[in-house]
Every structure is written in C-alpha cells, then in structure tokens.
C-alpha cells in the first residue's frame, strides 16, 4: 500500500471516530434523520467528506468539508456557512454564522430546521 493510500485511510479513520464522538452513531444514521442540501449529500454518499473538528460545548457540532464546501452538524441538523475560502475553523464558521452568541439548544434548533 503507498505511502499516500495510507494517509487517506489514516485521515478517514480519523473523521470516522471524530464523527462517532459527536453524533454516538453512523453518518449515514444521521443523514436518514437530517438530509443535507443535496450537493452535500451526493459527495456524503461518494465518500468525499472529512470530519475537520468537533466542539462538544454550546450544545456541540461538527465541522465537516463535503467535497469542496463546508457543514456544520448540530444535534438538530445540519447549518450551511456558505462559500468559505481556506480552511475554517469551527470557531470561524460559528462566528460567521453568529453562533458564539447562541448557547440556548432551542435557538441552534430552530436555526438548524432553516
């Protein structure tokens, strides 16, 4: 196995476990309860997504690239920054989407269902 072949399976190890931690079941599990917008979905089900970082406070989330865009998993649903250029952080797209402010489940809810 080459060098790079193993890099990839060693990063979506790492995404798999990252997920687990956030959600405590498969993505697939969550999709079927949370369908993403359908580019996202398509690039989900060809396996073109990586779980770049998990926050476990404000309620928790995941931030994920699918394919060349980027989601936000919430308990509730799936949030949508938008175009973002480089490589964000968590921190970044919470801020983006003015989440640093909301800690209360109800609000990241109802701003998960839009």
Same mark, same amino acid.
């Given at each position: 196995?080459?060098?790079?072949?193993?890099?990839?399976?060693?990063?979506?190890?790492?995404?798999?476990?990252?997920?687990?931690?956030?959600?405590?079941?498969?993505?697939?599990?969550?999709?079927?309860?949370?369908?993403?917008?359908?580019?996202? *979905?398509?690039?989900?089900?060809?396996? $073109?997504?990586? +779980? @770049? #970082?998990?926050?476990?406070?404000?309620?928790?989330?995941?931030?994920?690239?699918?394919?060349?865009?980027?989601?936000?998993?919430?308990?509730?649903?799936?949030?949508?920054?938008?175009?973002?250029?480089?490589?964000?952080?968590?921190?970044?797209?919470?801020?983006? *989407?003015?989440?640093?402010?909301?800690? $209360?489940?109800? +609000? @990241? #809810?109802?701003?998960?269902?839009?």
């Amino acid at each position: 196995m080459s060098e790079r072949n193993q890099d990839l399976r060693a990063q979506r190890h790492l995404s798999l476990r990252r997920w687990r931690a956030f959600a405590g079941r498969s993505l697939m599990e969550y999709v079927g309860e949370f369908p993403p917008p359908p580019h996202a *979905l398509e690039e989900i089900v060809g396996g $073109d997504w990586e +779980v @770049l #970082e998990v926050d476990h406070g404000h309620g928790g989330a995941a931030l994920l690239r699918c394919g060349a865009d980027y989601l936000v998993a919430t308990p509730y649903g799936w949030l949508h920054p938008g175009p973002i250029r480089g490589q964000p952080t968590l921190a970044e797209v919470r801020a983006e *989407l003015g989440l640093e402010r909301y800690h $209360d489940p109800l +609000v @990241l #809810e109802r701003l998960s269902a839009l």
